[in-house]
């Protein structure tokens, strides 16, 4: 059997990002979870989030960021050759997201895919678009980052209300002469998966009509120490496995799951002053698997990025899973 | 930014899969349909099917059919670099299924995600972990398909009732010099989106409870002249894609979607009749994302191919998305649960 033949190595070619038009204030998210906006000011770092109208669907959403992304590179939609779509908020059992994206969008031959595993989600799909592109099975992918959090939260609930927002990112990705996407560092606590997950399941609530909707829900003490310890130490493996340091690296973007998070995240890893790390969820929220994309591309609108940059993108969240790697940025 | 050096090849070590224990004859599902015996097997070829019964679920087919491609393949959990599973019945919106999955089987080192692609899950899952080998990020990638489709069938709806099923089936795919896995032919057709879609979507069904159960909707006859149109293509490209023709092949494994369907694409592509074609979904029905691996397992148990014969997998399903690639066929195979 012929095995085909390989592009060599990848690169990030665009990023584009879809923010709903909605703004949501501290004060009133702090109305409906009973607390003050200081409260949520100083426990989560967000001023503001973006919470989608019923047009803003995901895949509105996800086309809108793809074609941001696609129009900083002018390459077609149809040359597209795959599309591969993060979310944990796809609230449709069959069929996946993707598909319907990359038929809107015009990226009609593309292969089309979700990848679910909550808000590392994108850092998985760039990984896995990367090995699509390295190993020859296509030439360009769409990574996309969509979410609606709303539909899976209680804006009652002080823990998850004020924190989880809406929104989508998109990266395009191509062949490139030199690594422009570093190896993947990834893993999984999985013995802990209940640390974030919903109030019930589909079939719990299908059971028990009169019952509260699913939300998602979680045990943020858990999660902060899984993050202090097992995130920190592989962050720490994704440069030493490039050879780079922090001295190298330019950009540090992790998942926007908390503004005390990236602070914490900031401490631990000694990040020295000269990198310049994204706080997109002060006017963002967490949208879980947007959050990556939807942070770089504020670098971009912002005109904080510079080309060749290096960038350090790392995910985290349910499952436990983490994943990440160093990006050149485009 | 260093990148790895290593360019190996992909190839199926083991093949692993978990039949549930219930069986479910044509008889029971005739009934509730309403319809005459022996009308379903007249149909669809099914003469049976399996439903999960004493405490399986989801979880515990993934990790059944996960553990059964480890044993095959001689491979120890803790050596698998990657985690892939492909489900379209992991019925809550987090966590995904994968990183239990991954704990309960021991993968602790695993990078881990839930691919969702419906009946063509299998084979993108194969494709991925093709591809994180080939461009060196992974050593060891599991696969594992499973489906747990009866809780989102409407046991009385005559399109699907009689078709869908539960199981589960695995490889474990590893780096190797020789290519054990073809290129991948692949693409999505999202002008077909409504041809087997789930209603009502879950927040439909939370905001109104007047509505029914969410369950599967087939529009089974686009689907059908889609694939009959369309395989002859995939089916070329997938295989001059590997340098090979019909002619090469030991086995042809399509997706398990309908036996009748199965006849027209073998008539259709010509296949020789010295190709062993998979018929599985006459015990097993149509198990999803799952049914390419469960397939692929009892040709393996029948000892119809010989290790390193070449067999082409076609998958295809709701999206429309489909994938097309040619395998080595392992020697090692093992099934837990209810046998074929």
């Known amino acids: ?330 | 930014m260093s990148a790895s050096l290593a360019a190996p090849e992909a190839v199926i070590r083991g093949v692993g899969a978990h039949r549930p224990l219930r069986v479910v004859d044509n008889p029971e599902i005739a009934e509730r349909i309403g319809v005459p015996a022996g009308w379903i097997e007249s149909h669809t070829g099914i003469t049976q099917r399996r439903h999960t019964a004493g405490g399986e679920t989801l979880e515990t087919m993934a990790v059944a059919a996960g553990t059964n491609a480890l044993i095959a393949a001689d491979v120890p959990a803790a050596d698998v670099d990657c985690l892939i599973l492909a489900s379209q019945t992991h019925l809550t919106q987090t966590p995904p299924l994968a990183p239990l999955v991954a704990h309960r089987l021991g993968a602790h080192a695993a990078g881990v995600f839930d691919l969702k692609a419906a009946c063509a899950g299998f084979c993108l899952g194969l494709a991925a972990a093709r591809d994180q080998i080939r461009a060196g990020t992974s050593r060891h990638v599991l696969v594992i398909a499973a489906e747990h489709i009866s809780p989102i069938t409407d046991p009385t709806d005559r399109d699907t009732a009689m078709i869908f099923a539960d199981g589960a089936g695995a490889v474990l795919v590893t780096a190797a010099e020789e290519s054990g896995v073809g290129p991948v032919v692949w693409g999505s057709q999202g002008a077909l989106i409504d041809a087997l879609v789930s209603r009502p979507g879950w927040l439909d069904m939370i905001a109104d409870p007047g509505l029914g159960h969410s369950v599967l909707v087939m529009n089974g006859k686009d689907l059908t002249r889609w694939v009959l149109r369309h395989s002859p293509a995939i089916v070329e490209a997938a295989l001059s894609a590997s340098g090979l023709t019909l002619t090469d092949l030991a086995a042809f494994v399509p997706h398990q979607a309908n036996m009748r369907i199965i006849d027209m694409l073998v008539e259709r592509l010509a296949i020789p009749d010295t190709v062993a074609v998979a018929r599985d979904i006459a015990v097993t029905g149509n198990t999803s994302a799952a049914s390419i691996p469960l397939a692929l397992a009892a040709l393996l148990h029948q000892g119809g191919t010989k290790p390193g014969d070449l067999a082409l997998l076609m998958a295809y399903g709701a999206g429309v998305t489909y994938a097309a690639q040619v395998i080595a066929v392992p020697a090692a195979v093992r099934t837990t649960g209810g046998q074929p």
């Open chain 1, 1 to 330: 059997m012929r095995p085909g033949t390989r592009t060599g190595h990848a690169q990030l070619l665009g990023v584009g990002g879809y923010r709903p038009d909605k703004t949501v204030t501290n004060a009133e998210a702090a109305a409906r979870c009973g607390v003050t906006e200081a409260w949520i000011s100083s426990r989560t770092g967000i001023l503001e989030r973006r919470i989608a109208g019923p047009q803003e669907t995901l895949a509105a959403m996800a086309i809108s960021a793809a074609r941001a992304a696609l129009d900083r590179t002018g390459v077609d939609p149809a040359d597209v050759g795959c599309v591969l779509v993060a979310s944990m908020s796809h609230t449709r059992q069959v069929p996946p997201l993707a598909p319907d994206v990359a038929y809107r969008l015009g990226a009609t031959t593309a292969v089309a895919y979700d990848v679910s595993v909550a808000c590392s989600g994108f850092c998985y799909a760039l990984a896995q678009a990367a090995d699509h592109v390295r190993s020859g099975s296509t030439r360009y992918a769409l990574v996309i980052g969509a979410e609606r959090m709303s539909d899976i939260t209680d804006p009652a609930d002080p823990g998850t209300g004020p924190l989880f927002a809406d929104g989508a990112g998109a990266v395009l990705i191509g062949p490139a002469d030199t690594p422009g996407i570093g190896p993947v560092t990834w893993g999984a606590d999985g013995g802990r998966d209940q640390t974030i997950t919903m109030t019930s399941t589909w079939a719990q609530a299908q059971a028990n009509r009169a019952g509260p909707p699913p939300a998602v829900t979680m045990d943020g003490g858990r999660v902060w120490s899984w993050i202090r310890s097992q995130v920190v130490d592989a962050i720490g493996r994704t440069l030493s496995q490039s050879g780079v340091s922090f001295d190298d690296v330019a950009v540090f973007v992790p998942h926007q799951a908390n503004g005390r998070i990236i602070d914490m995240l900031v401490e631990r890893l000694h990040l020295p002053d000269h990198v310049l790390v994204a706080r997109d969820i002060t006017h963002s929220g967490n949208t879980s698997a947007a959050s990556i994309p939807l942070a770089l591309d504020r670098l971009y609108t912002e005109r904080r990025a510079r080309t060749g940059d290096l960038a350090l993108l790392f995910g985290f969240g349910a499952g436990l899973a983490y994943a990440g790697q160093l990006v050149t940025l485009p």
